[in-house]
């Protein structure tokens, strides 16, 4: 598996791929599992700049997050595919912490401030951010039309990737290709 990972990734160097190709051509190849939901565009996207908040009333964008690689989970805790990948994506980020790369986690729609701390007690998430997303605006803006979805950006804030449905954010494929990701954005 190493090798023929190796091969895809110098094939594209070889053929004068640009950086951003060379990281999609070489994450494709390591794609298992549930990683193979993560569909990658063959251009990136532009991303919305309607923003989202925090509990404390705090104003976001995902423009926020430009210089390294985010992978951005729209949830809700009456979801329960969303309830289920959660701690894996709190897993995910701690074994990533420090790369450049973070999970940010937006809890769209109707989600009650004490029924998210409940269950971010309950799962024992402890690595992810709140942000809400109330009117989902940011959610409809980017053309979530169910729960949960999951986008990756890259370093320059576009949309490169997107997965529909839950998946186990943790396993060793979903490690490996953030892993891979962050690498290509610190050089």
């Not at 160097?13 to 990683?35: C, K, P, Q, S, Y």
């Not at 998430?125 to 729960?147: F, Q, W």
């Amino acid at each position: 598996m190493r090798l023929l990972r190796s091969a895809v990734l110098y094939t594209a160097l070889a053929l004068g791929a640009n950086a951003g190709f060379a990281d999609t051509a070489a994450v494709e190849a390591m794609r298992d599992g549930d990683m193979k939901k993560l569909m990658f565009h063959a251009e990136p996207k532009p991303v919305s700049a309607v923003p989202f908040t925090d509990p404390e009333g705090g104003s976001h964008a995902l423009s926020d997050y430009a210089g390294k690689y985010a992978l951005v989970n729209f949830w809700a805790t009456w979801c329960a595919p969303c309830r289920k990948e959660m701690p894996s994506l709190d897993r995910l980020q701690a074994a990533l912490e420090g790369e450049a790369f973070e999970v940010v986690t937006i809890a769209t729609g109707r989600n009650p401030q004490p029924a998210i701390d409940k269950f971010f007690r309950q799962a024992e998430i402890s690595n992810l951010p709140v942000l809400l997303d109330p009117n989902m605006a940011l959610a409809r803006e980017t053309g979530v039309l169910g729960l949960p979805v999951t986008i990756l950006l890259d370093p320059e804030g576009r949309e490169i990737a997107r997965l529909i449905g839950d998946a186990e954010w943790d396993s060793e494929s979903a490690i490996a290709i953030m892993r891979e990701l962050a690498a290509g954005a610190g050089s």
